[in-house]
């Protein structure tokens, strides 16, 4: 089975611009999760969605935001950059039921200029 | 206010011998518990968990013990092999309707050879 794939790798913007990150999760998963990882603040949760509808929100300004579609992938959307948000950003999948596992893919790492 | 606390950043310990990462967490709602390891350039990968209904969980080297009463999860690595030098992330999962995972800011395991 194919694991969680995140798309670009790398990625470089300048202050002001806005990014769109992807995600496409496990085969069969319906809930996507996004993280962002610092250096300082550890790994802090962004965002979750199941079936298509934001399920939970973690403490970010309204500049992030993200969305899932009918076949589980997500995108999540940074705009008005700036250099604070420059992370690793980690989306997750889970299968069904509490306990169930989080599988990460390998992250996109956006730096801003 | 850090609702899980990782004290440790890092640990070396020798080959063959044990290795004990330790967390913290304040939040009594934390139900599910959940060990990552994650090396350089890739996402966290799934290690081991344990529900707030058990105590002790193992898998092969590795077992994870939950002292509720002390608000304390430990990972035990026995025999500690040089592969396991990486970053150990204790993750903790509560309520209901929502699988996001709060992280420990992670602890630097190093296993000499």
């Known amino acids: 089975k194919a694991g969680v794939t995140q798309t670009p790798r790398y990625l470089i913007k300048t202050r002001g611009q806005q990014v769109t990150l992807s995600c496409s999760p496990i085969?069969?998963?319906?809930?996507v999760s996004w993280y962002q990882q610092t250096p300082g603040q550890g790994l802090q949760f962004l965002f979750e969605?199941?079936?298509?509808?934001?399920?939970n929100k973690g403490n970010f300004p309204g500049r992030f935001s993200g969305r899932q579609f009918s076949n589980s992938r997500s995108e999540m959307n940074v705009s008005t950059l700036e250099l604070g948000d420059s992370a690793l950003y980690l989306c997750a999948s889970q299968g069904q039921g509490r306990g169930s596992p989080l599988h990460f893919g390998n992250g996109t790492r956006l730096t801003v200029t | 206010d850090q609702q899980v606390k990782q004290n440790s950043p890092s640990l070396s310990v020798q080959e063959g011998r044990i290795s004990i990462l330790n967390c913290d967490y304040t939040?009594?709602?934390?139900?599910?518990f959940l060990w990552y390891k994650k090396y350089p350039a890739e996402g966290p990968t799934f290690l081991i968990s344990?529900?707030?209904?058990?105590d002790k969980n193992e898998d092969g080297r590795f077992t994870v013990f939950l002292n509720k009463s002390a608000k304390h999860l430990s990972l035990h690595i026995v025999p500690s092999q040089p592969g396991d030098s990486a970053v150990y992330f204790c993750a903790l999962q509560s309520g209901a309707g929502s699988y996001q995972l709060t992280f420990g800011k992670g602890t630097k395991l190093s296993v000499i050879p």
């Open positions: 085969s069969g998963h319906r809930s």
């Open positions: 939040n009594s709602m934390f139900d599910y």
């Open positions: 969605y199941f079936s298509e509808t934001q399920r």
């Open positions: 344990i529900s707030s209904i058990k």
